[in-house]
Nanobody, 120 residues
């Protein structure tokens, strides 16, 4: 099972970016999918998470600016980031709780990080 993240880059303040996360491999089911971020010198923090049923949770710092969505048929999740601020600069990681085929419990998986830099 793998999570592949993509979509990071450099954007000016006020700009937008969309991050994508795709799960692949021997997957039976996916529970929560989410995005975390880690800025230099800071702990990794939750940005947004979406349940299998579509319920969403956001960090206070991104509410109203970021939108998480998922496509259960494609095992993908996206994070639409608008009105980006310099303080959003971080490495963003996707995360998913996945039940492998033949498995007995959901396990957390992480994608590789993707850098988001907000700067003029």
């Amino acid at each position: 099972v793998q999570l592949q993240a993509s979509g990071g880059g450099l954007v000016e303040p006020g700009g937008s970016l969309t991050l994508s996360c795709a799960a692949s491999g021997s997957i039976s089911s996916i529970n929560d999918m989410g995005w975390y971020r880690q800025a230099p010198g800071r702990q990794r923090e939750l940005v947004a998470v979406i349940s299998g049923g579509g319920s969403t949770t956001y960090a206070d710092s991104v509410k109203g600016r970021f939108t998480i969505s998922r496509d259960n048929a494609k095992n993908t999740a996206s994070l639409q980031m608008n009105s980006l601020k310099p303080e959003d600069t971080a490495v963003y990681y996707c995360n998913a709780r996945i039940l492998r085929r033949g498995g007995f419990a959901f396990q957390p998986y992480w994608g590789q990080g993707t850098q988001v830099t907000v700067s003029s």
